[in-house]
């Protein structure tokens, strides 16, 4: 038993390593997942890699490639944060290129959700004779994916909520647009555009603030953006409709498309047909930003996965009231003086 739990702790120091790779591909590689790998020989890292960007080589390549004597290869254990694929994509079959280095022992974080690899891999690597061990530091795994989980398992995006408030409750003055976060924030809001793969707001909002709903102080890849028109009213120069950024305008009254503005007639608006919608164009996470009657409904219906509620110091008159989240919050992160209210839908 002792020397299991050993074995088990060494897994998981290494698996944990894998995991510190495949983030660092974050917002340049979705659709596909975040992975990493690490090759191993006698108890000492000799490779690693990671999937650096949508298209490239994946984890397990990089990894095997970044070995310099490629004889230790026979001897080592490979350890990877999701199962390798076994299908021909952009990119050749991990799993085939596993077993054609001579690795013979293999190390899983967790199973691809990918109906095209979902177990297959794994399978075709026992098959080749390699031992495989598999669900080390899974939950961890899952989760690091869990936009890419959540798309194949409840057929539908990943949702990320966020908003900025004041203290007592307001997202905006009197129903005028007001900038409410701490300018130290707006890198990190940012990042949270770059970390999924569309940003989703209301007509109202772009009337309002008219914003951008870009990556500018961040480095990475600007989502797409969705925006709520059902009357197709929204026209001028406006930011969204600058054909700079892929944009989809969901509404009740056409079907058409002009530069990389597309106007997506639905017959239904709401938060369960917008999801829908865009899970059948393979948006795997949203992040709605606003307004407050779009959020809302996104928590009222509980289609929701993620939230992030940015709330500053300052107490303003009157205004539209924010929206509720009624659980406690996994985390608060203070960032200058404004409270960062982390919360997780289960």
Same mark, same amino acid.
């Given at each position: 038993?002792?020397?299991?739990?050993?074995?088990?702790?060494?897994?998981?120091?290494?698996?944990?390593?894998?995991?510190?790779?495949?983030?660092? *591909?974050? *917002?340049?590689?979705?659709?596909?997942?975040? %992975?990493?790998?690490?090759?191993?020989h006698q108890?000492?890292?000799i490779?690693?890699?990671? #999937?650096?960007?949508?298209?490239?080589? #994946?984890?397990?390549?990089?990894?095997?490639?970044?070995?310099?004597?490629q004889?230790?290869?026979?001897?080592?254990?490979i350890?990877?944060?999701?199962?390798?694929?076994? #299908?021909?994509?952009?990119?050749?079959?991990?799993?085939?290129?596993?077993?054609?280095?001579? !690795? @013979?022992?293999?190390?899983?974080?967790?199973?691809?959700?990918?109906?095209?690899?979902?177990?297959?891999?794994?399978? @075709?690597?026992?098959?080749?004779?390699?031992?495989?061990?598999?669900? %080390?530091?899974?939950?961890?795994? !899952?989760?690091?994916?869990?936009?890419?989980?959540? /798309?194949?398992?409840?057929?539908?995006?990943?949702?990320?909520?966020?908003?900025?408030?004041t203290?007592?409750?307001?997202?905006?003055?009197?129903?005028?647009?007001?900038?409410?976060?701490?300018?130290?924030?707006?890198? =990190?809001?940012?990042?949270?555009?770059?970390?999924?793969?569309?940003?989703?707001?209301? @007509?109202?909002?772009v009337?309002?603030?008219?914003?951008?709903?870009?990556?500018? $102080?961040?480095? *990475?890849?600007?989502?797409?953006?969705?925006?709520?028109?059902? +009357?197709?009213?929204?026209?001028?120069?406006?930011?969204?409709?600058?054909?700079?950024?892929?944009?989809?305008?969901?509404?009740?009254?056409?079907?058409?498309?002009?530069?990389?503005?597309?106007? !997506?007639k639905?017959?239904?608006?709401?938060?369960?047909?917008?999801?829908?919608?865009? /899970?059948?164009? $393979?948006?795997q996470?949203?992040?709605v930003?606003?307004?407050? /009657?779009?959020?809302?409904?996104?928590?009222?219906?509980?289609?929701?996965?993620?939230?992030?509620?940015?709330?500053?110091?300052? +107490? =303003?008159?009157?205004?539209?009231?924010?929206?509720?989240?009624?659980?406690?919050?996994?985390?608060?992160?203070? =960032?200058?003086?404004?409270?960062? /209210? #982390?919360?997780l839908?289960?």
């Amino acid at each position: 038993m002792k020397l299991y739990l050993r074995f088990m702790q060494v897994d998981e120091q290494f698996m944990q390593r894998c995991i510190q790779l495949a983030e660092l *591909g974050r *917002g340049r590689v979705e659709p596909n997942p975040l %992975v990493g790998a690490v090759i191993v020989h006698q108890n000492k890292i000799i490779g690693e890699g990671y #999937h650096q960007k949508y298209g490239e080589a #994946h984890a397990e390549v990089n990894a095997i490639n970044s070995v310099v004597d490629q004889s230790l290869l026979q001897d080592a254990t490979i350890y990877v944060s999701l199962e390798p694929c076994s #299908h021909f994509g952009k990119t050749p079959p991990c799993s085939d290129l596993i077993i054609q280095s001579g !690795i @013979k022992q293999v190390v899983i974080g967790a199973k691809d959700p990918n109906p095209q690899v979902n177990g297959s891999g794994i399978e @075709k690597l026992k098959e080749a004779g390699l031992e495989v061990i598999t669900n %080390v530091l899974e939950d961890e795994c !899952i989760f690091q994916n869990r936009r890419f989980y959540t /798309y194949y398992y409840k057929k539908r995006p990943f949702v990320f909520l966020k908003w900025a408030q004041t203290e007592n409750g307001f997202v905006d003055d009197n129903g005028k647009q007001s900038w409410i976060s701490a300018a130290e924030v707006k890198p =990190i809001v940012h990042e949270w555009r770059n970390q999924n793969q569309a940003i989703l707001v209301g @007509k109202t909002t772009v009337e309002r603030d008219n914003p951008a709903l870009t990556v500018r $102080e961040f480095s *990475g890849q600007n989502p797409i953006r969705v925006i709520i028109d059902p +009357e197709c009213e929204l026209s001028g120069n406006l930011k969204v409709l600058d054909g700079a950024v892929e944009t989809i305008i969901l509404n009740q009254k056409r079907e058409s498309s002009e530069d990389k503005i597309k106007y !997506i007639k639905l017959e239904n608006l709401g938060v369960a047909d917008i999801l829908k919608k865009l /899970y059948e164009m $393979e948006i795997q996470s949203v992040m709605v930003e606003g307004g407050s /009657y779009t959020l809302s409904q996104f928590i009222q219906e509980e289609l929701w996965d993620e939230a992030k509620v940015i709330v500053a110091p300052s +107490e =303003i008159s009157n205004g539209t009231k924010a929206p509720v989240i009624d659980i406690t919050p996994l985390s608060i992160e203070t =960032i200058v003086n404004n409270q960062i /209210y #982390h919360y997780l839908h289960t």
